[in-house]
């Protein structure tokens, strides 16, 4: 490889939000660009995500790419295999072969006065653009606890699974209840000789309702383009309907708190057990789960659903927080992602300084896709971006129309660089607090990993409807960009 490769655009990471773009961007036939992508293959969290039982929670025809309908799905919620399939067909289809970069892992971005420099582990790429979709669920969080790095069995996290180590017959703890463990749970349930759950805080569950589709209508939409679309925009409004009880609204968050305590009772007959499981918070503050087997799994004579968090592990005992030692084979960590804390962002140094610097305090982007300081930059699926009620796809969707319309803002003014300004980003961070501020993330009793830590902002989720998310993002607007002052007064 040469000293440097130069392309109009360098996008990180070949998930959703990558692929999504580089179909974009191949379709239009105008900008040179390449997928930067670290591992060997195509489909972020769908690729390293391979747990048993791994699916997703958003129906299958909406958890797809509008200009790429998949007429074909086989069950309403589609198992994680067939998604990553979905995504390899799109990127093999499409033909961004070329483009993509596999094994090139991005090392370090810094912005040079006029292009992006970017030094990867595969050689170097000078950008006009930099768009950074790496996505919030791609570095996993392992507790640092004492003794797990001693403990005498397999540890693994669960978005790392280890298909080579052997769980059957043996005693399998897993820690968390998130949406991942719901799903972990009962695949290992009566597999495992005996399963050990570590439960910090219980989750809000409701129905799943999945089936799988009939040939019949894999067919009828195959044959017919619009009602395949109807379905989608029917799924649609059915999921924007849930934001009124993220808002705190009555009867809407009280029908929501019903369904999930009336599911409860009728799947958890044993008192004891059905009090453990009730959260103390309200729901929606943190990620529902949507499950049909989870409860019966915990019922199990052959599992143990333990109270507390894991606190420490003594060569092959994992002790709780409550004192009960628990002799295991095995620890499987479902314990989530560093979310509001992007680890890229040590990684892209702007005009002003790292980003991870300019976020100390919490994420921030102006329309959630453009940071002050950082030029010709976007970020895809990042600050406020994401949603607690609907498919991430439509989101991701808006954000990749904001970018292209940048391109073209761009094309017709060469060599002027957009930045946003630093009022324009901020005037939009107090929108999202004001909109934040009476919702069940910020007033709901919990602590989740859709707020930052430190300075207690929701800062991962669009506290508003998708519909308004695109309404208000989904068109580039230049006004709040400083493209025609000297980007080095401030």
């Known amino acids: 490889m040469p000293d440097h490769v130069d392309v109009d655009v360098a996008v990180v990471g070949a998930g959703f939000a990558g692929i ?18 670290r ?19 958003v129906p299958s025809h909406l958890y797809s790419y509008s200009f790429r309908p998949k007429p074909d799905w086989s069950r309403v919620f589609a198992p994680g295999p067939e998604i ?19 094994g090139t892992e991005m090392q370090h971005a810094r912005w040079d ?55 059957a017959g043996r005693r399998v703890g897993v820690v968390g209840t998130g949406a991942s463990a719901a799903q972990i749970v009962p695949a290992l349930a009566g597999a495992a000789s005996h399963l050990v759950v570590f439960q910090r805080t219980p989750p809000w569950v409701v129905p799943r309702g999945d089936r799988a589709y009939s040939d019949h209508e894999r067919r009828a939409f195959a044959l017919d383009p619009a009602a395949e679309r109807a379905l989608r925009e029917e799924l649609f409004d059915e999921a924007e309907h849930a934001i009124a009880a993220r808002r705190r609204v009555r009867p809407d968050i009280d029908r929501l708190r019903e369904r999930a305590l009336g599911h409860l009772a009728a799947q958890v007959p044993e008192p004891d057990l059905r009090a453990r499981l009730r959260p103390d918070y309200e729901i929606g503050c943190k990620r529902i789960v ?36 628990h002799p295991l084979d095995a620890l499987v960590l479902a314990t989530g992602f560093w979310t509001t804390r992007l680890p890229f962002a040590q990684r892209i140094e702007g005009r002003v300084g790292l980003l991870a610097e300019r976020w100390a305090d919490g994420m921030t982007a102006h329309a ?15 600050p406020n971006a994401s949603l607690g009620h609907n498919s991430a796809v439509y989101m991701i ?53 859709y707020v930052d830590e430190a300075s207690g902002r929701l800062t991962l989720l669009w506290p508003g409807t998708a519909r308004s998310f695109r309404a208000r993002n989904g068109t580039f607007d230049p006004r709040p960009y400083g493209a025609a002052r000297a980007l080095d007064g401030g």
């Open 20 to 37: 999504g773009l580089g179909v974009r961007l191949a379709r239009r036939r105008r900008e040179s660009f390449v997928l930067l992508e």
């Open 39 to 57: 591992a060997h293959g195509v489909g972020g969290t769908w690729r390293d995500n391979r747990y048993p039982g791994v699916a997703c929670d």
């Open 84 to 102: 990553h399939e979905y995504l390899r067909e799109c990127a093999r289809d499409e033909g961004l072969d070329p483009h993509l970069r596999l």
């Open 113 to 167: 006065g006029t292009r992006w420099r970017v030094a990867t582990s595969a050689g170097t790429y000078r950008a006009k653009v930099l768009v950074v979709a790496a996505g919030r669920l791609s570095e996993p969080r392992i507790p640092e606890l004492p003794g797990l790095s001693d403990f005498e069995g397999p540890v693994f996290h669960s978005a790392r699974w280890d298909g080579a180590a052997e769980l």
């Open 290 to 325: 949507i499950s049909d087997d989870l409860y019966p799994a915990l019922g199990r004579d052959d599992v143990t659903l333990e109270p507390s968090a894991l606190a420490r592990v003594e060569k092959s005992t994992a002790i709780a927080a409550s004192g009960a030692h």
């Open 368 to 382: 959630s896709t453009a940071v002050h300081g950082f030029p010709n930059m976007f970020v895809v699926n990042g």
């Open 397 to 449: 969707e808006t954000q990749i129309d904001h970018v292209l319309g940048a391109l073209d803002h761009l094309a017709d003014r060469p060599g002027i660089p957009l930045e946003v300004t630093a009022e324009a980003e901020e005037a939009y961070t107090r929108e999202i607090d004001a909109m934040s501020a009476d919702t069940v993330w910020l007033r709901g009793g919990c602590d989740s990993w």
